[in-house]
Nanobody, 118 residues
Framework: QVQLVESGGGLVQPGGSLRLSCAAS????????MRWYRQAIGKERELVAS???????NYVESVKGRFTISRNNAKNTVYLQMTSLKADDTAVYFC????????????WGQGTQVTVSS
């Protein structure tokens, strides 16, 4: 059974930092592209950052220069380092795994809340 378990969320002041982690099990982690999405109250889910199996990264414009996605295949874990946090970053952050081999294999974590507030 595949599981993606996020951790590291919480309450932080504007300008602060957090590091989210997503630990994967039940799949061959190194073969999956990984993504972080977020969803704020009343808004659609938004792709924040992605990292391919080869380590190529991409970010939504609003977080470029502030967020960094990385992965450790030995630990089956993907990270999202978030700095210079703003109130607009407040959302539930979800981890997502994706692999296409004949069919699409995709999995979601349960989400972790990030609240940026003074």
């Amino acid at each position: 059974q595949v599981q993606l378990v996020e951790s590291g969320g919480g309450l932080v002041q504007p300008g602060g930092s957090l590091r989210l982690s997503c630990a994967a099990s039940g799949l061959t982690f190194s073969r999956y592209d990984m993504r972080w999405y977020r969803q704020a109250i009343g808004k659609e889910r938004e792709l924040v950052a992605s990292i391919t199996t080869n380590g190529a990264t991409n970010y939504v414009e609003s977080v470029k220069g502030r967020f960094t996605i990385s992965r450790n295949n030995a630990k089956n874990t993907v990270y999202l380092q978030m700095t210079s946090l703003k109130a607009d970053d407040t959302a539930v952050y979800f981890c997502y795994a994706r692999r296409v081999v004949i069919i699409l294999n995709e999995y979601w974590g349960q989400g972790t809340q990030v609240t940026v507030s003074s």
